[in-house]
T-cell receptor, first 115, second 109 residues
């Protein structure tokens, strides 16, 4: 069991630049989720996919954010024109099955720092 | 507006004693609850869950209790061990997960 893998682990960039993160879920998991965690808070939901279909997007996901899961396997999260407030830990999770009561398994996250 | 609330930011417990972490929620439609544990620089790790049709679920040293009328959950860890020192998140799941802010548990030697 290789677990959920996220790349890179850390990203430091200047304000205004674009960044892209990758998530590789557990291989047989058909659901993939993105969350964001800031200091002192719990993770907050951003969006999720079932296979390649993006089923829900949070209001937190402004139009500068886009997520894809083109072949129903790995996913990318892109942030365009980054802002200071985008500094956070971006977490990916995956789960198996159609039902909502399957525990989600998290990767170790990508920490984004905007200078 | 916080739908899942953990009102204790931190808790210190002597090794070997019972740790009790509390959580309240506001939405009576939630029907599946989870606890996650998080170490620094790692992602949250699933610990234990409970469906709203139950009032207790046990897994080794970990027991979760659900009081639906009070909209309250608690996680009991007994006996507490040094490796239990971490941040614990209470959460409700409905497709997505709604997390509380977490409680940092310190196990004292």
């Amino acid at each position: 069991d290789t677990g959920v893998s996220q790349d890179p682990r850390h990203k430091i960039t200047k304000r205004g630049q674009n960044v892209t993160f990758r998530c590789d879920p557990i291989s047989e998991h058909n659901r993939l989720y993105w969350y964001r965690q800031t200091l002192g808070q719990g993770p907050e939901f951003l969006t999720y996919f079932q296979n390649e279909a993006q089923l829900e997007k949070s209001r937190l996901l402004s139009d500068r954010f886009s997520a894809e899961r083109p072949k129903g396997s790995f996913s990318t999260l892109e942030i365009q024109r980054t802002e200071q407030g985008d500094s956070a830990m971006y977490l990916c999770a995956s789960s198996l099955g159609q039902r909502s009561n399957q525990p989600q398994h998290f990767g170790d996250g990508t920490r984004l720092s905007i200078l | 507006d916080q739908q899942v609330k953990q009102n204790s930011p931190s808790l210190s417990v002597q090794e070997g004693r019972i740790s009790i972490l509390n959580c309240d929620y506001t939405n009576s439609m939630f029907d599946y609850f989870l606890w996650y544990k998080k170490y620094p620089a790692e992602g949250p790790t699933f610990l234990i869950s409970i469906s709203s049709i139950k009032d207790k679920n046990e897994d080794g040293r970990f027991t979760v209790f659900l009081n639906k009328s009070a909209k309250h959950l608690s996680l009991h860890i007994v006996p507490s061990q040094p490796g239990d020192s971490a941040v614990y998140f209470c959460a409700a799941q409905d497709d997505k997960i709604i997390f509380g802010k977490g409680t940092r548990l310190h196990i004292l030697p």
